[in-house]
């Protein structure tokens, strides 16, 4: 696992991150829970056994006693924009310093539009295509856990998505 203290360099938005974009017929805030709640988060994104949080700070585990991802939460609700920003992952080192970001905006027919971007994400890291195409899965994911309440995290994924 990365030392948390030795964070990456900060960041920021390139043209090849990975993005992705979806509608959904759900509540802003039902949107906005999905994304910020632990609990909420373990239904529909990656195959966890626990999770916790302090403050900000969001551990998720696949197993055993040690998180395999430590992220902090920042919901700015002007904007409805959500970011987590990896501090540690034990599977993806790469990941450290980078930035899940959720821009989640309300449309004139009932819909909202969730723009995601992972910033940091790009074609230059070791794991992108893994994580393009664990992202291709649970991002869907997401999509019926919002509309059903039941997300698909612990499904086999198709890693050439």
């Known amino acids: 696992m990365t030392d948390r203290s030795s964070l990456a360099s900060p960041v920021t938005a390139a043209a090849d991150d990975y993005t992705y974009e979806m509608r959904v017929r759900v509540p802003l805030p039902q949107i906005v829970a999905a994304l910020t709640d632990d609990t909420l988060i373990s239904r529909w994104w990656t195959a966890v056994t626990g999770s916790e949080r302090h403050d900000d700070e969001v551990q998720l585990f696949i197993g055993g006693d040690a998180p395999f991802v430590f992220f902090t939460v920042e919901h700015a609700p002007e904007t409805n924009q959500v970011t987590w920003t ?72 198709d890693a050439s998505a």
């Open 86 to 157: 990896v501090t540690d992952c034990a599977v993806m080192a790469d990941w450290v310093g980078t930035k899940p970001s959720f821009s989640v905006r309300p449309n004139a027919d009932g819909t909202s539009t969730i723009e995601f971007r992972h910033v940091g994400l790009g074609p230059a890291l070791e794991c992108f295509d893994q994580c393009r195409a664990g992202w291709n899965h649970f991002m869907p994911s997401l999509y019926q856990f919002l509309e059903t309440g039941v997300g698909r995290p612990n499904e086999p994924r």
